[in-house]
């Protein structure tokens, strides 16, 4: 991990983040606010996005560009969403044949995930009274 490393991930994750925002606010003024069409778009198209990159990486020219790959993955893709990254590693642990684990950890991950998040309302609640 050197500052170009580094870099090319923060640099990275602004755009994506940015991108996050601009897609997410188009779809809510298209749509409306009720169902959050914004996120799950962002997840669909982040998972997509992630897959295409690390197949390049593994079969083209862009796997010899460490940079870019961070760039694009670990920074523009996981500001974005980190979904993707989660998406990824699921479909990884299911061509490694590990389908045991890659059900724990996309269960474990969606359940605990969503209860942690109410563990953080319900935290911040309390300490607020």
Not at 61 to 90: C, I, K, M, N
Not at 98 to 113: H, K, N, P, R
Request: aromatic share 8%; no cysteine.
């Amino acid at each position: 991990m050197g500052l170009k490393a580094i870099l090319a991930v923060a640099l990275g994750g602004g755009l994506g983040s940015a991108l996050r925002y601009v897609v997410n606010f188009l779809v809510v003024a298209r749509f409306g606010p009720g169902f959050p069409l914004g996120t799950l778009l962002i997840n669909i198209s982040g998972s997509l996005l992630i897959g295409v990159v690390a197949e390049l990486a593994t079969t083209s020219s862009l796997g010899t560009a460490p940079l870019l790959r961070l760039f694009l993955a670990v920074g523009v893709l996981g500001g974005y969403t980190t979904f993707s990254t989660f998406a990824l590693d699921t479909v990884t642990l299911v061509g490694d044949r590990a389908l045991g684990t890659a059900a724990m950890y996309a269960i474990g991950s969606v359940a605990i995930g969503v209860l942690a998040a109410f563990a953080g309302q319900v935290l911040v609640r309390l300490a607020i009274r």
